[in-house]
C-alpha cells in the first residue's frame, strides 16, 4: 500500500500564481522528499527534508514538515508553465526493515500559461 | 555525468509472452531499485540490489518476476509469461550507496510497457 497520500490529486492554476501541494504518510519517517515527473519521463528529485527539520527551501520550493501530523506540504512560487508536471511525495523509514522510497499517488499540477 | 540508461523504451506484447528490460545505472552507484508504476500511480519498488546482492524484494512476483545485477552493474528485469495487469511503465533508479533515505535516487525514463 502507498505510505504517501498527496492532496490534491490534481490543481489547475494560472503561471505566476502558488501552487501548493500537501502529502500524509502513516508511519515514522527517516525522511520525506519531493520528486517530479513530467509527462513519459523519469522521476527527478526536489528536495528532501529530514525528520528533525520543519521547512526547506530550495530556489522557488519551499517544503514543510509536521511529524507530529504526518504531513508535508509543497510550495512552487511564481509557477511557471515548465512546472506542469506530476509530484510526488517519497518517505523513507528506517522501521519497516526495507530500506527504498515509498511513493504517494501524486500530484498533477497544470500550468496555464 | 551520463544519466541512468534504459532499453528499451517502449515494448508491446502480447499476455502470456516474455520480455525483458535493461537497465545501466550511474558509473558508481552500489545501489539499484527496479519501479513499478501502474497509470495514475505512483512507483512501486519491486526489487533493489546493493551491488550484485538483493536487499529487498519483498514486492516482486517470483512466480513471474525476476530480475539479476550480474558483476553489479547492469541490471535485467523480466517477466515470464506477462498478464494484462503488468501494462506499466519500469522505472529503474540507482543511488550511491542506498542507506536509507539519506540518498537521492536518479531514474531513468522508463520502459512503457502495454501487455495485450
Known amino acids: 500500500s502507498q505510505q504517501g497520500e498527496e492532496d490534491p490529486q490534481a490543481l489547475s492554476i494560472q503561471e505566476g500564481e502558488n501552487a501548493t501541494m500537501n502529502c500524509s504518510y502513516k508511519?515514522?519517517?527517516?525522511?520525506l522528499q519531493w520528486y517530479r515527473q513530467n509527462s513519459g519521463r523519469g522521476l527527478v528529485h526536489l528536495i528532501l527534508?529530514?525528520?528533525?527539520?520543519r521547512e526547506k527551501h530550495s530556489g522557488r520550493l519551499r517544503v514543510t514538515l509536521d511529524t507530529s501530523k504526518k504531513s508535508s506540504s509543497l510550495l512552487i512560487t511564481a509557477s511557471r508553465a515548465a512546472d506542469t508536471a506530476s509530484y510526488f511525495c517519497?518517505?523513507?523509514?528506517?522501521?519497516?526493515?526495507?530500506?527504498?522510497?515509498?511513493f504517494g499517488s501524486g500530484t498533477r499540477l497544470q500550468v496555464q500559461p | 555525468e551520463a544519466g541512468v540508461a534504459q532499453s528499451p523504451r517502449y515494448k508491446i506484447i502480447e499476455k502470456r509472452q516474455s520480455v525483458a528490460f535493461w537497465c545501466n545505472p550511474i558509473?558508481?552507484?552500489?545501489?539499484l531499485y527496479w519501479y513499478q508504476q501502474i497509470l495514475g500511480q505512483g512507483p512501486k519498488l519491486l526489487i533493489q540490489?546493493?551491488?550484485?546482492?538483493?536487499?529487498?524484494d519483498s514486492q516482486l512476483p517470483k512466480d513471474r518476476f525476476s530480475a539479476e545485477r550480474l558483476k553489479g552493474v547492469d541490471s535485467t528485469l523480466k517477466i515470464q509469461p506477462a498478464k494484462l495487469e503488468d501494462s506499466a511503465v519500469y522505472l529503474c533508479?540507482?543511488?550511491?550507496?542506498?542507506?536509507?533515505?539519506?540518498?537521492?535516487?536518479?531514474f531513468g525514463p522508463g520502459t512503457r510497457l502495454l501487455v495485450l
Open positions: 517519497a518517505t523513507a523509514t528506517e522501521f519497516t526493515g526495507r530500506r527504498a522510497l515509498t
Open positions: 540490489f546493493q551491488n550484485n546482492g538483493v536487499v529487498d
Open positions: 527534508i529530514r525528520s528533525n527539520e
Open positions: 508511519t515514522s519517517i527517516n525522511n
Open positions: 533508479a540507482s543511488s550511491v550507496t542506498g542507506v536509507v533515505g539519506q540518498e537521492t535516487q536518479y
Open positions: 558509473s558508481g552507484h552500489a545501489t
